[in-house]
């Protein structure tokens, strides 16, 4: 009997050990400050994040094998070999025009550069400039053509596929809230506004001491103002001061966005908003989705300033 039990507990704890293994093993998801949060495998672990790269990569193969003018057909075919289920191929020249969409056929060459999503945000620039890097995520919101063509927020990914065109896809994340509303977009840019003003004004180094004190002008009402170089160098970050000074340039969030590539690429436009997640002071520094405005101050550094959806943002979907 006692040899029995001991052979069941020998395989518990053999279970065991293989579980914290696991768990000790699996990459963490990371705040801005590099430590780990509470969210779930980084993209690299994931398996929908997998599949959607993967898909992104066998449409570029196919497209560098058939060429600019086979390729955008196939990915045109809204039941051709490039869409499953919520995953579609969709095409752009590097000046934002339209090549190919399975869902909006009527986009076929226009001008999308300057489209923007219910919050504003800009995200044909934003996924053009991941793919001028070769490749990279971001967030946007978009109509789900699974769900009736509802608007759903959404990680996309783009992907060069030479010097002239590039291709995308992405994963409809439902269960995120992005929801801001108008007053708030509006408080946002007021801020920004009053900070540039002030940068501009005081010059760089009384308005980084401002934007750095926590107790300060510019931290109030759970907002504040945040600033780097185009170096991704941290100038100010009231709540996180150990890392000022630090480049930053290849930060990702837990997703796998850059987003302080993605603010730099922003910013150098004179100002844009953007998604990511990012630790959020007012709950414990839970990571939390955010959308963000960034600002050019004078060519050699931006400022800018968020806030968070109501919901958490970090969670896998």
Same mark, same amino acid.
């Given at each position: ?51 959607? %790269? ?36 969709? !095409? ?8 190919? =969409? ?34 990279? +995520?971001?967030? +946007? ?5 699974? =769900? ?9 990914? !783009? ?16 269960? %995120? ?20 003003? +002030? ?42 001061? =150990? ?75």
């Amino acid at each position: 009997m006692l040899v029995s039990d001991m052979k069941h507990l020998n395989i518990s704890l053999k279970i065991l050990f293989i579980l914290v293994g696991a768990i000790l093993a699996a990459p963490s998801a990371l705040g801005e400050d590099g430590s780990a949060g509470e969210l779930g495998p980084s993209p690299a672990a994931s398996p929908d994040v997998d599949e959607l %790269v993967s898909f992104v990569k066998s449409a570029v193969a196919f497209a560098q094998e058939k060429g600019r003018e086979t390729a955008p057909r196939e990915f045109s075919d809204k039941n051709g070999s490039f869409v499953r289920g919520e995953l579609y191929i969709y !095409a752009y020249d590097f000046r934002g025009k339209n090549i190919a =969409h399975p869902f909006k056929p009527d986009w076929t060459g226009e001008d999308k550069m300057n489209e923007t999503d219910a919050n504003g945000v800009l995200y044909i620039r934003n996924l053009v400039a991941a793919a001028r890097g070769g490749e990279g +995520f971001t967030y +946007f919101i978009f109509s789900n053509p699974a =769900h009736e063509n509802r608007d759903e927020f959404k990680i996309g990914y !783009a992907m060069k596929v030479d010097d002239e065109w590039w291709l995308g896809s992405g994963l409809y994340l439902p269960e %995120v809230s992005a929801a801001f509303d108008g007053e708030e977009r509006e408080d946002l840019v007021a801020l920004v506004e009053e900070a540039l003003e +002030f940068a501009r004004k005081k010059g760089k180094d009384e308005a980084i001491a401002a934007f750095n004190d926590p107790s300060g002008e510019f931290t109030r009402d759970g907002s504040y103002i945040f600033a780097y170089d185009y170096e991704g160098t941290t100038l100010a970050l009231p709540h996180q001061q =150990h890392l000022l000074g630090e480049r930053r340039i290849e930060a990702e969030d837990p997703r796998g966005v850059r987003f302080i590539q993605e603010a730099i690429d922003a910013a150098r436009n004179g100002s844009r908003f953007l998604y990511y997640i990012y630790p959020d002071p007012e709950r414990e520094m839970s990571p939390t989705l955010k959308l963000s405005l960034v600002a050019d101050v004078d060519g050699t550094w931006f400022l800018g300033t968020r806030i968070y959806s109501g919901a958490d943002g970090g969670k896998d979907g």
